[in-house]
C-alpha cells in the first residue's frame, strides 16, 4: 500500500506565501511523475504542476511565474511552492503521485486566499 501525506495549507492574505510539501510512503519501488491538483468550490480538479522523475515541470498557465514545483526523489516528497498568491488560488490541493505503475493521490490540504 502507498500512501501520499500532504501538509503546508492554511490562511494567507493575498500576496502572500505558501510551501505545500507531499511525502510518500509505504512499499514504494518507482516514483515516476509526482504533481499538484486543486479543486475550487463547484469546480472540477484541475492541474497546477507537474513534476518528473528527472524533473521536467509542466504547469498551468494561471500559476506560471507564481508557483514553483520541486522534488526530493531521496526523500519520495514533491513541492509546492507558492508566491504572489491570489483569492482565485483558494482550493483544496491535492497531491498526486505516479507510484509502482499505479495513481495515487492525497487526502488534499485547504488553502485560502483572503483578499
Known amino acids: 500500500q502507498v500512501q501520499l501525506v500532504e501538509s503546508g495549507g492554511g490562511l494567507v492574505q493575498a500576496g502572500g506565501s505558501l510551501r505545500l510539501s507531499c511525502v510518500a510512503s509505504?512499499?514504494?519501488?518507482?516514483?515516476?511523475?509526482m504533481g499538484w491538483y486543486r479543486q475550487a468550490p463547484g469546480k472540477q480538479r484541475g492541474l497546477v504542476a507537474t513534476?518528473?522523475?528527472?524533473?521536467?515541470?509542466n504547469y498551468a498557465d494561471s500559476v506560471k511565474g507564481r508557483f514553483t514545483i520541486s522534488r526530493d526523489n531521496a526523500k519520495n516528497t514533491v513541492y509546492l511552492h507558492m508566491n504572489s498568491l491570489k483569492p482565485e488560488d483558494t482550493a483544496v490541493y491535492y497531491c498526486?503521485?505516479?507510484?509502482?505503475?499505479?495513481?495515487?493521490w492525497g487526502q488534499g490540504t485547504q488553502v485560502t486566499v483572503s483578499s
Open positions: 513534476i518528473t522523475s528527472r524533473r521536467s515541470t
Open positions: 498526486y503521485g505516479r507510484v509502482n505503475l499505479n495513481d495515487w
Open positions: 509505504g512499499s514504494i519501488f518507482s516514483i515516476n511523475a
